[in-house]
């Protein structure tokens, strides 16, 4: 059986800090993606069916976190991201538990949640916090757990392992189809190390491993299939997760500048983190050859690869797919360091030390805490609206943008908006299509006239076209632009776009 240590005062008060980092976090306001996220999910609980009835590009788990989040806490910033903290306590959790054995020093282990889901609440600003990459480390980390328990094992053990590897690959899976290679990394890696380390038999080793992996990856996604397949809707959905991402790539181009700016924001973040992790690299895993090391490197290089082949994406979020390993492997590097830092003579040495290692952290940690103080710790509905303006400072024009939605005087029924899905969460209306226009650059070919004919028969009693959307629609689709001009009649102009009412 695997022997997993209990939990210490020091992991305690260890995880009480996180907490008290998540805590900080709860009031920050939705990007437009997390208000997509979330309209969508409420669109699930009043009973339609997503990409049949609410249309989107993502694998469906965000949709199902943000649907379980908003029916257990509420649809809106604090209770998705009471949710999200709840998720990430555990998760840590589940770091201190299973991680122990890994350091050296049992203080250094403690600290493990500190810099991985920490260091995410520190770093993390509204364009990051709820984000597939961010919340899919903690199924990520159980698969490549029990992928490397499983190396130290034989046959029953061995095989309910590995079939909870794959099943915790298949809920991978379920938030996004291209991570698979980070799964099929960890997988290889241990065949290899059995074929080529334990000179296991080649034909024994690959059905004792393939096979409970492939029986527990193909659980969750059966259940997701069947349950599309109870709506009739598995075409739109095999066009969604196979047709569609393709075609998209096929039609883009690589966009350096936003690369760059990626790269630029994950090294500011995390340089010191990265710097201890190459110490971990070059001890643990070049002159000590560990195992689980390799595969928190095999986690990284392929998630780095993944981050760049997505060429019409390449957000600064899509880094932190890389946060668990990062922070676990500087865990490593700060564990082989530690006798050293210990036989610093001089205790100022020590905390000069310290504090050039935390300075890139804690100038976020500070931003954020006096923002919070500033506004009164974001207790009232007007103190948590300053507070989030703060951090996206066009809060404010949104909520004047819609604030004739919210009069009682106003039209009532499901709107369009092409543009921030913000507008969507602010007014409390949802979207009168299925297909969101929230990424027009991406729409293929046939996804126009179907938006057209949607509009067409949805008629919503007002339309918002963004500037730069009026811009594409009149290049792309010009018809959309005419069957508004024919219906609807402008309402109002503001700085970044026009609201049309039906006439």
């Not at 509204?126 to 961010?134: L, R």
Request: charged content about 15%; glycine content about 6%; overall charge positive.
């Amino acid at each position: 059986m695997i022997n997993i240590p209990r939990l210490s005062k020091i992991d305690f008060l260890v995880l009480i800090l996180v907490a008290i980092l998540g805590v900080i976090n709860l009031p920050f306001p939705f990007s437009g993606d997390q208000a997509l996220f979330t309209i969508g999910a409420l669109e699930i609980q009043q009973g339609k069916v997503l990409y049949r009835d609410f249309w989107d590009l993502k694998q469906p788990g965000i949709y199902y976190f943000y649907f379980l989040a908003g029916t257990l806490f509420g649809f809106n910033e604090i209770g998705i991201h009471i949710f999200e903290l709840i998720y990430m306590v555990l998760f840590s959790i589940i770091l201190q538990l299973t991680l122990k054995p890994y350091f050296r020093h049992q203080i250094v282990a403690s600290l493990v949640p500190l810099l991985t889901v920490g260091v995410y609440y520190i770093v993390s600003y509204h364009q990051q916090f709820t984000q597939v990459e961010g919340l899919v480390g903690f199924p990520l980390f159980l698969c490549l757990w029990l992928t490397y328990q499983s190396f130290n094992h034989e046959g029953k053990q061995r095989f309910i392992q590995l079939l909870l590897s794959g099943f915790m690959g298949g809920i991978v899976l379920i938030f996004k189809l291209i991570f698979l290679p980070v799964l099929l990394g960890f997988w290889l890696t241990i065949l290899f190390y059995s074929i080529l380390i334990k000179h296991q038999n080649i034909k024994k080793i690959v059905i004792e491993i393939c096979l409970p992996i492939f029986i527990g990856i193909i659980f969750p996604i059966l259940v997701i299939v069947s349950y599309f397949a109870s709506f009739d809707s598995l075409s739109i959905v095999y066009k969604t997760f196979f047709v569609y991402p393709s075609q998209v790539v096929a039609n883009g181009t690589f966009n350096i500048s936003k690369l760059l700016v990626g790269i630029t924001w994950f090294l500011k973040k995390f340089v010191t983190l990265i710097l201890l992790a190459l110490v971990a690299v070059n001890v643990s895993l070049r002159q000590s050859k560990n195992l689980l090391t390799l595969l928190f490197v095999v986690w990284f290089v392929f998630g780095l690869g993944l981050i760049f082949i997505q060429i019409r994406s390449l957000w600064s979020y899509h880094y932190l797919l890389l946060f668990v390993p990062t922070g676990i492997l500087a865990t490593k590097g700060l564990d082989i360091l530690w006798e050293r830092f210990k036989e610093l003579s001089s205790p100022i040495i020590k905390i000069l030390v310290t504090f050039l290692f935390l300075l890139p952290l804690l100038f976020n940690l500070k931003s954020k805490s006096v923002a919070l103080v500033q506004n009164n710790f974001a207790l009232t509905e007007n103190t948590r609206f300053k507070y989030q303006t703060v951090f996206r400072e066009d809060y404010t024009l949104l909520r004047s943008k819609v604030g004739f939605l919210l009069q009682p005087g106003s039209l009532p029924g499901e709107i369009f908006v092409a543009g921030d899905p913000s507008i969507y969460y602010l007014s409390g209306r949802t979207q009168a299509t299925s297909l969101n226009a929230w990424s027009l650059e991406f729409f293929l070919s046939e996804q126009w006239p179907q938006l057209l004919g949607e509009l067409d028969l949805s008629k919503p009693p007002y339309i918002f076209i963004s500037d730069n959307y009026q811009t594409l629609i009149k290049e792309k689709f010009p018809k959309i632009l005419e069957l508004i001009e024919k219906r609807y009649h402008i309402l109002s102009k503001t700085t970044d776009g026009i609201w049309y009412i039906i006439n």
